[in-house]
T-cell receptor
């Protein structure tokens, strides 16, 4: 069965600190996608990144970076120099593959609530 | 190009009433997915539809819940005889074709509150 685990329920940091959000996944598929979404207090889901299972290169986008380690089935997310506006719930998700292609059905982790204090 | 539109944004119903949640996918998208987020939990898949067809409803409760995506108009998630446990945020996502997950976009959600 496919599963996504975000072991950190809540994290609190002070502004300008770096913070890493952990994500561990389980799947038997060889082809899959991993995602990170941000859910600010307003409630909408904001897409952050999608990573193909064949692409293990780490990615950096401004203050955000992602570390994909297939050997440990982890896809961790780091925010550098955190800001108050980063306060949100962050979800890691795994796509479900079926047959010849991905279905678009995502398996979400429980989410990590990040609070950045000024 | 407008994103995925969900309405209403907030919906209040009393126990036993019906709730109808609407989702207009992005222009050119013919695949719609509904997810439910219970309080303090992650999103859970409910149903996947293409125009006029239900492809996968493995996450839908067996009773009281139904979904449709007609040839014309928005996708509708319908909950009959709502109970307090149905209170949740319901998100809709759309994509242009099967498997194009880089083009999977979510709406802002409908917050359903059952009194």
């Amino acid at each position: 069965a496919q599963k996504v685990t975000q072991a950190q329920t809540e994290i609190s940091v002070v502004e300008k600190e770096d913070v890493t959000l952990d994500c561990v996944y389980e799947t038997r598929d060889t082809t899959y996608y991993l995602f990170w979404y941000k859910q600010p207090p307003s409630g909408e889901l904001v897409f952050l990144i999608r990573r193909n299972s064949f692409d293990e290169q780490n990615e950096i986008s401004g203050r955000y970076s992602w570390n994909f380690q297939k050997s440990t089935s982890s896809f961790n997310f780091t925010i550098t120099a955190s800001q108050v506006v980063d306060s949100a719930v962050y979800f890691c998700a795994l796509s479900e593959a079926r047959g010849s292609g991905n279905t678009g059905k995502l398996i979400f982790g429980q989410g990590t609530t990040l609070q950045v204090k000024p | 190009n407008a994103g995925v539109m969900q309405n209403p944004r907030h919906l209040v119903r009393r126990r036993g009433q019906e709730a109808r949640l609407r989702c207009s996918p992005m222009k050119g998208h013919s695949h719609v997915y509904w997810y439910r987020q219970l309080p303090e939990e992650g999103l859970k898949f409910m149903v996947y539809l293409q125009k006029e067809n239900i492809i996968d409803e493995s996450g839908m409760p067996k009773e009281r819940f139904s979904a449709e995506f007609p040839k014309e108009g928005p996708s509708i998630l319908r909950i009959q005889q709502v109970v307090r446990g149905d209170s949740a945020a319901y998100f809709c996502a759309s994509s242009p074709t099967l498997g194009q997950l880089e083009k999977l976009f979510f709406g802002s959600g409908t917050q359903l509150s059952v009194l």
